[in-house]
C-alpha cells in the first residue's frame, strides 16, 4: 500500500507561483512512476506531469516550460512547481504513485484556484 497526502494548494493570481507537494509513505520502494493530475469543474482528469524513479520527467503541452515536477527522496516527497500560473491552471490537483504491478494510488487533492 502506498499513502500520499497532498499540500499547497490555495488562491493566486494570474501570472503568481505555487509549489504543490506530495508526500509519500508506504511501501515507497514499490513505486516507479510519480504524477501530477489534475481536474475542472466539468472536465475529465488529465496528466500534468510524471517522473521515474530514474528521474524522467514529462510534461503536458500546456504547462510544459511554466511547471516543474521534482522529487526528494530524502523526504519521500513529490513537488509540483508551477510558475506564470494562468486561469486555467484553476483545478484540483491530485499525486499519482504507480508501483511495478502497475496499480495506481491517489492522494484527496488539492485545490489550486488561479484569480484573473
Known amino acids: 500500500q502506498v499513502q500520499l497526502v497532498e499540500s499547497g494548494g490555495g488562491v493566486v493570481q494570474a501570472g503568481g507561483s505555487l509549489r504543490l507537494s506530495c508526500a509519500v509513505s508506504g511501501s515507497i520502494s514499490s513505486v516507479i512512476v510519480m504524477g501530477w493530475y489534475r481536474q475542472s469543474p466539468g472536465k475529465q482528469r488529465e496528466l500534468v506531469a510524471t517522473?521515474?524513479?530514474?528521474?524522467?520527467?514529462n510534461y503536458s503541452d500546456s504547462v510544459k516550460g511554466r511547471f516543474t515536477i521534482s522529487r526528494d527522496n530524502a523526504k519521500n516527497t513529490v513537488y509540483l512547481q508551477m510558475n506564470s500560473l494562468k486561469a486555467e491552471d484553476t483545478a484540483v490537483y491530485y499525486c499519482?504513485?504507480?508501483?511495478?504491478?502497475?496499480?495506481?494510488?491517489w492522494g484527496q487533492g488539492t485545490q489550486v484556484t488561479v484569480s484573473s
Open positions: 499519482q504513485a504507480i508501483n511495478g504491478f502497475g496499480r495506481d494510488y
Open positions: 517522473i521515474t524513479r530514474g528521474d524522467m520527467s
